[in-house]
């Protein structure tokens, strides 16, 4: 089983070659997965600055506020989009439902750099 997870990550991570805008669904699906990998590195970017920003007492608090939503995200987005799962645009349906999820935290990880810690 854990192969197979392997070999699906291994295949998406792929498939952004594939990425043609308004093309097959195999080829959005690839474009939303690219977008997901760009917007999740963007946003692992950017949680390093905050992290560095921080002082030593704030910083295991963003590392937990961190670890949740990411796995809060993945769970939300499977639940949104669960009716789509035999579709064939599942995977750009799910993923751009990551990238949603990404932006929305990004504003979060801003505010803790200018603003610090919420209360």
Same mark, same amino acid.
């Given at each position: 089983?854990?192969?197979m997870a392997l070999l699906s990550?291994?295949?998406?991570?792929?498939?952004?070659?594939?990425?043609?805008? /308004?093309?097959?669904?195999?080829?959005? %699906?690839?474009?939303?997965?690219?977008?997901?990998?760009?917007?999740?590195?963007? %946003?692992?970017?950017?949680? /390093?600055?905050?992290? $560095?920003?921080?002082?030593?007492h704030e910083r295991p608090a963003? $590392?937990?506020?961190?670890?949740?939503?990411? $796995?809060?995200?993945?769970?939300?987005?499977?639940?949104?989009?669960?009716?789509?799962?035999?579709?064939?645009?599942?995977?750009?349906?799910?993923? /751009?439902?990551?990238?949603?999820?990404?932006?929305?935290?990004?504003?979060?990880?801003?505010?803790?750099?200018?603003l610090g810690p919420p209360d």
């Amino acid at each position: 089983m854990a192969l197979m997870a392997l070999l699906s990550t291994e295949a998406l991570a792929q498939a952004g070659a594939d990425c043609v805008s /308004g093309g097959t669904i195999a080829q959005t %699906n690839a474009c939303a997965v690219k977008a997901f990998q760009e917007a999740d590195t963007e %946003n692992q970017i950017l949680y /390093g600055d905050v992290m $560095r920003s921080l002082s030593a007492h704030e910083r295991p608090a963003l $590392r937990k506020d961190q670890s949740e939503w990411s $796995r809060q995200r993945v769970t939300q987005c499977k639940k949104a989009q669960q009716a789509f799962e035999t579709q064939a645009d599942w995977p750009g349906r799910y993923h /751009g439902c990551l990238v949603q999820q990404i932006k929305a935290r990004d504003a979060v990880l801003k505010r803790w750099l200018h603003l610090g810690p919420p209360d």
